[in-house]
């Protein structure tokens, strides 16, 4: 097998290689990923409290998974490349394509519902922006098997739940495909268009829509926005078109059971979705302020995507968050997120006792989190430094203490310190 050599252009410039990192990629430093962890836990303990369980799909698939139903959104955006043996693969842009292969593939057999959920970056080759990124990270739940409307409504308040437990402010809003497409089928649109029509709402291109389509009854349709009690509205616009009223029906039914599970929703009927994927119900959260990439989170019904992997049809139902947008969203929102805290820090006064302090550190490393000077710095600066980075203590370990067995704690915050017996330190650093 060929392997293409480096190129010799690099290896003959003169080192230091300013080397920058991929356009729409990003370092995360500490801080940042202390809070995203902070944040993914807090949301995966929403999604676990429903009994859902993690799982992972591979970084790339075969490019045509996603060909296949995801649409042209996602189609014009993939990163395809292919392999060393011709094998056209893609980065993947979004799981729920993959979810349904790894269920045709592996899961078929199990138990439904089966309660799935994944965190992991995602690849579109979009041109990057405030909150648009070319590797962006999707926090997702797919609940596979139910096709009831309390289903639908347990999908959303997970992602509803998981935002409030957080503490922002944003705004949910349902909509149902169905209703569209119901009444598009009444008014003879063959599918393609629909697509069209679909994706061309999704973006907000009202020229292209009207260029594809010229029924006022849709447009009144997708006007159709605000409380429950717009629902009705619906119905009555819609009095001739029995398919689409079964779909106003449903979304009904699912919005009783979201007002039992105490979730505040706004009914529209303009949503799309971009992904062509959705039969029913669809729903999308925004958070105002944002800018134009508001939406944190997207997601619904669609009950023939694993079908076309697996020859038998399973409904399923659910949505992904885009975590960066979550974290914009709190910082825009000045969510305080604590710190980790560093317990200890370790500060040998001199070579002499450099030994006797590592094993002081390994010894209490069982239970807490202990920081050891490795730069043989000066007391004072070791303190300085245990005070940046937040430490609860330092303990200072000195020739003369080690003799008598002992060695001094200093609270940071009080400035306090006391000596202790090193038998007894363990103890008295986790009471
Ligand atoms: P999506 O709407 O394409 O849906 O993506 C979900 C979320 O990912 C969006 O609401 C947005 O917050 C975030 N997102 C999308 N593109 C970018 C980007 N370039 N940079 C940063 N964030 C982005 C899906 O992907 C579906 N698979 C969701 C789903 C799951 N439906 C059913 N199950």
């Known amino acids: 097998m060929q392997i293409k050599k480096f190129p010799k252009k690099i290896l003959t410039r003169i080192p230091p290689y300013t080397i920058k990192k991929p356009r729409g990629t990003r370092d995360f430093s500490p801080r940042e990923m202390e809070k995203r962890e902070y944040v993914e836990d807090s949301i995966i ?35 395809v490349f292919e392999d060393k ?14 979810v349904c292969r790894m269920f045709a593939e592996e899961l078929r057999g199990s138990r439904l ?39 639908d409504a347990e999908v959303i308040a997970i992602a509803y739940k998981s935002l409030k437990k957080l503490g922002l402010k944003f705004q949910l809003e349902i909509g149902h495909l169905g209703i569209l497409r ?21 973006r907000g ?27 009705e509205q619906a119905d009555n616009l819609l009095d001739k078109y029995p398919e689409a009223r079964k779909s106003v029906n449903e979304l009904r039914e699912v919005i009783h059971w979201l007002d039992l599970m105490n979730v505040e929703y706004k009914i529209d009927l ?27 989170c997207g997601g619904g019904r669609y009950d023939d995507l694993i079908e076309l992997f697996s020859g038998v049809k399973v409904p399923a139902v659910g949505f992904a968050f885009g975590f960066d947008r979550i974290m914009k ?26 030994e006797e302090a590592v094993k002081i550190a390994s010894q209490l490393r069982d239970e807490l989190s202990v920081d050891m ?7 004072e600066k070791i303190l300085e430094y245990a005070g940046d980075i937040g430490a609860r203590y330092t303990i200072i370990v000195g020739p003369e203490d080690l003799k008598k067995r002992e060695v001094t704690i200093r609270n940071m915050e009080s400035g306090k310190q006391k000596r202790i017996r090193i038998e007894n330190l363990r103890e008295e650093m986790i009471k």
Not at 87 to 94: A, D, K, Q
Not at 206 to 228: A, H, R, S, W
Request: hydrophobic fraction near 40%; charge should be negative.
């Open 45 to 79: 303990g929403v999604i676990e409290s429903y009994s859902y369980r993690k799982i992972l799909t591979p970084t790339f698939e075969h490019a045509e998974l996603f060909q296949l139903k995801s649409g042209k959104e996602i189609e014009e955006h993939m990163y």
């Open 85 to 98: 043996s011709g094998r056209r693969l893609s980065l993947r842009p979004e799981a729920t394509a993959s």
């Open 113 to 151: 519902p089966l309660k799935l959920y994944y965190s992991c970056p995602m690849f579109r080759y979009e041109r990057p922006q405030m909150g648009r990124y070319r590797e962006f990270w999707q926090l997702g739940i797919e609940l596979i098997g139910p096709k009831g409307p309390e289903s």
């Open 182 to 202: 119901g009444l598009m089928d009444a008014l003879d649109v063959d599918e393609e268009i629909q697509n069209m029509v679909i994706a061309s709402i999704d």
């Open 205 to 231: 291109d009202l020229k292209n829509l009207k260029k594809l389509i010229d029924k006022q009854i849709l447009f009144d349709l997708m006007g159709i926005k605000g409380d429950k009690g717009i629902i």
């Open 270 to 296: 303009g949503i799309a979705r971009g992904l062509e994927y959705y039969t029913g119900t669809v729903f999308e959260i925004r958070v105002p302020g944002l800018g134009a990439q508001d939406q944190i």
């Open 329 to 354: 969203a709190i910082d825009l929102q000045e969510i305080k997120i604590p710190r980790k805290v560093t317990d200890v820090v370790i500060a040998p006064v001199s070579d002499t006792v450099r």
């Open 373 to 379: 000077d490795l730069m043989n710095r000066k007391l």
